[in-house]
């Protein structure tokens, strides 16, 4: 415990950042897309939005189908730096007539 509280108060004498947790932000359906495709083996929801904010972390799709269901996936950025970010939801029994609609999440620090 005295070895804990030594380095509690070290670092907080000494300015060290504390590590902190990222907070989420709801965004609005006008800062992304998504488009739904039928195929004849799948059904494909392509989301996608541009961020080149350096303080997000992540950002999380939810896909909502009206039967109440949610489903949910990272969007991805093809390199480090990128301001795109994009993923798709594969679906094999749901046509889009089934998707009522999606949404996204950053977590930002």
């Known amino acids: 415990m005295r070895i804990y509280?030594?380095?509690l108060l070290l670092a907080t004498l000494t300015g060290c950042p504390v590590a902190m947790e990222p907070e989420p932000y709801n965004l609005s359906s006008e800062f992304y897309t998504w488009e739904c495709a039928d195929y004849q083996d799948y059904t494909e929801v392509h989301v996608s939005t541009e961020s080149c904010d350096t303080t997000v972390e992540f950002i999380v799709a939810e896909l909502h189908l009206i039967d109440?269901?949610?489903?949910?996936?990272?969007?991805k950025t093809d390199?480090?730096?990128?301001?795109?970010?994009?993923?798709?939801?594969?679906?094999?029994?749901?046509?889009?007539m089934h998707v009522e609609g999606v949404a996204l999440t950053a977590w930002s620090q």
């Open 5 to 7: 509280t030594s380095t």
């Open 68 to 75: 109440g269901t949610v489903q949910k996936t990272n969007l």
């Open 79 to 96: 390199y480090e730096g990128s301001c795109q970010w994009e993923e798709s939801f594969l679906l094999a029994d749901e046509y889009c």
